[in-house]
């Protein structure tokens, strides 16, 4: 059967793009929510509400982080053959299996959160995750409409969802806890007030997702396809994204679950070593509100990034031989941008941990004193974070989706032994959580790219490239950042202040804006005129 036209899609580039800014609006946005929620809670009640938190994004891994991206495969993969029906197909099942998988997902942590907080060593959390248990059924919902236009590449009505939950996390969120603290409320239930903020915004972007792809299928009516009667029936494609996503939530379900493991490890070991509960909840609350949001910002940004690549790669391998140009340039392109990011990123919080933690959390400098070894250590763990979510994408791609879970399995199975031994050993408390987190992240690459290499060696750049993409970064971040603190104690800033830092994180980041530029960036070739003969012959070549 001849293959029907569809209509052009958006490059991997661009809704790398969108994503990308998407989410750096989402990173701020949770930054700017959990400043004045932090005054509000104190790094007490903040433990409470990430400790609900972790749970609920385990059970939204869980319950959504495979099908998406199962279902941009696949449809990536029939649009490239022109059967935008079939595509429409895949949707349908997927919105009423994901359905099906949030309420069930609603119901459990719902009726179990007592059990589930006291496990964890937090019991006064079960609020918070009563409280954020309905979220889970809108996540998934919102999911299914996101890997649909994804697997179309269209990134924009992701992007615009995110920052609608966002916003919704950051002005409701904090509205509903100045309720709380005026009507007198406990501190566990405040930040149960505060977490429903977060549910009412996932809820508005289900809606806003529903629209859009309702205006979306009206434009394009006109799109040959392939009659419904040629597609597949319901079975064989529930069957065909469960070979995709069952393999996918396994191995993101991992990393959701390092972190409650993390989470129940640090409050249990701590007090087995002498602090008491309230104690315990308090480190961890000023680990998880300075120190991983801030950490979290750029591997978040780079997800984007392995979204974006997924179906672009999807699509480069259905072509055989003549996608091969395609697959390289993608995947090459995704090292890239990671390492052009991720290495400055990670040496700039190593060095400017203190000046970043005052700046974004002033009136907190007990925190911030705590918190800023954990921060330049953890920092160092940027690039490897960032590339094991690309790294990830392309063994999924490649059909290999199994892989990351041995991957996952081998990274946990250190970061637990890491973090059991350095949290009970005196003199290092919640400093080994970062340690663990560094040997994690270092484990799992190491093991995609091995995978990698044995399954689509054409992902992998050669040995020059792979040299470049890393070396030329890293001599400008440590350029930068070593002229910057030259500069500063050549001007006597040796206090931290917030005039300090922004001046300091602007001359770093111009600095190394410029040698991204100078060396990174690719140019024309501009002509030399040393004789006229010899342009005579380049240009005769040239000609023919």
């Known amino acids: 059967m001849a293959k029907m036209l569809s209509p052009k899609r958006p490059s991997f580039l661009s809704g790398a793009g969108i994503l990308t800014l998407s989410a750096l609006t989402v990173k701020v946005i949770g930054l700017l929510y959990r400043i004045p929620l932090l005054n509000l809670l104190g790094t007490e009640g903040m433990g409470y509400f990430n400790t609900a938190y972790e749970l609920y994004a385990l059970f939204c891994v869980i319950s959504t982080a495979g099908l ?42 719902w009726g179990l959160s007592a059990p589930f907080a006291t496990l964890l060593g937090s019991p006064l959390s079960a609020a918070c995750m009563r409280a954020i248990s309905p979220t889970v059924f809108f996540i998934c919902l919102s999911s299914a409409f996101r890997g649909y236009f994804q697997g179309r590449r269209m990134m924009l009505p992701t992007a615009l969802s995110q920052v609608m939950e966002a916003c919704g996390k950051l002005f409701l969120g904090l509205a509903f806890a100045g309720l709380a603290l005026g ?10 007030y505060a977490v429903m903020g977060l549910t009412v915004g996932t809820a ?54 390092t972190k409650c493991i993390d989470l129940a490890l640090i409050l249990r070991r701590l007090q087995n070593v002498g602090y008491t509960s309230s104690e315990a909840t308090s480190l961890y609350g000023c680990y998880s509100t300075l120190v991983l949001p801030v950490f979290n910002i750029l591997p978040s940004l780079t997800t984007s990034v392995s979204l974006s690549a997924t179906p672009a790669l999807s699509a480069a391998l259905q072509k055989g031989k003549e996608g091969l140009s395609e697959l390289q340039k993608t995947a090459s392109s995704a ?33 911030v004193a705590e918190a800023s070894p954990w921060l330049s250590c953890l920092g160092l763990s940027v690039p490897a974070a960032c590339l094991i979510t690309v790294t990830g ?16 399995l081998c990274g946990v199975g250190v970061k637990i032994a890491v973090a059991y031994v350095l949290l009970g050993r005196d003199g290092w408390g919640m400093a080994g959580a970062p340690v663990s987190s560094l040997c994690c992240d270092a484990v799992i690459l ?22 470049s993409l890393v070396g ?9 950042v070593t002229a910057t603190k030259a500069l500063r104690s050549m ?49 005769d070549q040239r000609t023919a």
């Open 335 to 367: 090292f890239g941008i990671i390492l052009t990011l991720s290495l400055p990123a990670a040496l700039g919080l190593a060095v400017f941990s203190e000046d970043i933690l005052s700046l974004l959390f002033r009136g907190q400098s007990a925190a």
């Open 491 to 539: 001007l006597g800033w040796l206090s931290v202040t917030p005039l300090h830092t922004v001046c300091t994180l602007a001359c770093t980041g111009c600095l190394y804006g410029v040698w991204v530029m100078l060396t990174l960036l690719p140019r024309k070739q501009i002509p030399t005129y040393k004789n006229k003969e010899t342009n005579h012959e380049q240009a």
């Open 183 to 192: 009507r007198g409320e406990s501190l566990p239930m405040t930040a149960a």
């Open 393 to 408: 994408a392309m063994l999924q791609a490649a059909g290999k989706a199994q892989k990351p879970i041995i991957s996952m």
């Open 204 to 257: 508005l972007s289900v809606l806003y997702l529903y629209g859009h792809k309702r205006l979306s299928d009206r434009r394009t009516v006109g799109i040959p396809t392939l009659p419904e009667s040629g597609g597949s029936p319901p079975a064989t494609l529930l069957r065909r994204l469960l070979s995709i996503a069952v393999p996918v939530t396994l191995s993101a379900g991992l990393i959701s679950l």
């Open 472 to 480: 030329m970064p890293t001599a400008g971040a440590i350029l930068a």
């Open 68 to 109: 998406p991206v199962a279902m941009s495969v696949l449809i990536s993969a029939l649009e490239a053959e022109g059967r935008v029906t079939e595509g429409r197909r895949v949707f349908r099942v997927s919105l009423g299996l994901f359905a099906a998988v949030g309420c069930v997902g609603t119901l459990l942590l």
């Open 446 to 467: 190491v093991c995609n790219l091995i995978f990698i290499r044995k399954y689509a060696p054409a992902m992998l750049p050669d040995p020059r490239r792979c040299l």
